[in-house]
């Protein structure tokens, strides 16, 4: 087991821990198996609506934090006008690992997506995109294989979701067994849904990413409002085609913080001690030098612990933050030491530019990543 290193740093006072998903209770990974229960027998801390519901429509808005939602209401009436509350995402609060979640019903512990970019097979695998150094990993890293669990309970639900993502690495990762229904223009969302509802489906899932683009590209300004107002007007739009059965159910995968332009790199005491790195920003994980991991984790605390929960893989492990403690295979997939961001930072991979040039991210446990949305209503 990944546990038995007694690697650890020092603690972490408790008014600045971070809060941990409700893996036993409102969280996006419970949402799957609790809305496929009869009704009368679903979890109570489902929205009312979708508790007592025949058919559900679970609709997801890709970054849709519960924080960023409060504090623009005003712009989202249709949003507003649900009944539910706030529900935690899961660790780490990244597309990958949340939507594997949702859709899998299943901790990270077991589905195994620990992060945007992990270790595979002696390299590190972007999970969003299927690549490494070497490109397209669909061969080499099988997506059935690195994630084997069926979505929805092996049900074949309708995916309503873009049309490029077909075939996809992710999508057949997070999403295999499931028939996708694409779509090209988001408008096209609300049309679908009335069809496949039309057909009798109990279940229908549908996506849209729009907001967490958005928010990566520039950040929590104009943009990012037309966008909330896009999913807000489809929610409307949702809600007015629902049969008298079935309920809409609105959640989200992770929230967003503004960092800006702040990224912090390593300095030269602890980028000396580490291999390579993977994660993200916000939730970095660094791999150290052969015999050289209590070194980085005092290293890397010295330098960061005033930003940053500084943590090692097994202290994460230990307080079961990925929902269970790691098969000694998946503990393989992350680093030794991971550098949590606390204040509004991202933690630069010189090996990945590309996300160092992201306005908003996500990743950490903070309030405004973890809480997401948990909304319902009938028509």
């Known amino acids: ?70 504090d623009r209401a005003e712009l989202c009436p249709a949003l507003a006008a649900l009944d539910g509350g706030p529900a935690t995402s899961v660790a780490p609060t990244t597309t990958a690992a949340a939507l594997t979640s949702i859709t899998t019903g299943a901790v990270p512990a077991d589905h195994g997506l620990l992060g945007y970019r992990m270790a595979v097979g002696g390299e590190v695998l972007n999970i969003l995109r299927w690549t490494t150094s070497s490109g397209d990993a669909r061969d080499s890293l099988p997506p059935e294989e690195v994630q084997p669990l069926a979505a929805f309970g092996g049900r074949r639900v309708p995916v309503v979701t873009r049309a490029e993502f077909a075939g996809s690495g992710f999508s057949r990762a997070h999403l295999a067994g499931t028939a996708m229904v694409g779509w090209r223009s988001a408008a096209d969302i609300p049309d679908l849904i009335n069809d496949l509802l039309g ?25 990012y409002e037309k966008e909330l107002r896009t999913a807000d007007e489809l929610v409307e739009r949702i809600v007015a085609v629902l049969p008298s059965d079935t309920a809409l159910v609105v959640t989200a995968d992770h929230g967003q913080v503004d960092v800006g332009s702040a990224n912090v790199e390593l ?11 993977s994660g993200e920003g916000r939730f970095r994980w660094l ?50 030491v991971a550098l949590v961001a606390r204040d509004p930072v991202g933690f630069v991979d010189p090996t990945f530019p590309a996300e160092a040039r992201m306005v908003c991210r996500h990743g950490s446990l903070t309030p405004e990543e973890l809480l997401v949305p948990l909304l319902a209503c009938t028509r």
Do not use: K, N
């Open 267 to 277: 300095p030269r005491s602890a980028e000396r001690l580490v291999e390579f790195r």
């Open 287 to 336: 791999h150290a030098r052969p015999g050289r991991r209590e070194e980085l984790l005092r290293a890397a605390t010295d330098a960061h612990g005033h930003q940053a929960w500084v943590v090692s893989r097994e202290e994460v492990d230990a307080a079961r933050w990925f929902g269970e403690r790691l098969p000694e295979a998946l503990g393989r997939r992350v680093g030794d």
């Open 199 to 223: 057909r009798g489906h109990p279940l229908v899932y549908a996506y849209y990413d729009g907001i967490d683009h958005s928010a990566h590209e520039e950040g929590l300004g104009p943009r």
């Open 1 to 70: 087991m990944v546990g038995a290193s007694t690697l650890v740093s020092e603690p972490v006072e408790p008014a600045l821990s971070p809060q941990l998903p409700d893996y036993g209770g409102a969280c996006i990974s419970g949402l799957a198996p609790g809305l496929s229960r009869p009704v009368g027998s679903r979890p109570a801390w489902l929205p009312s609506a979708a508790a007592g519901a025949d058919r559900i429509v679970l609709f997801v808005l890709d970054g849709l934090g519960w924080l960023q939602l409060q």
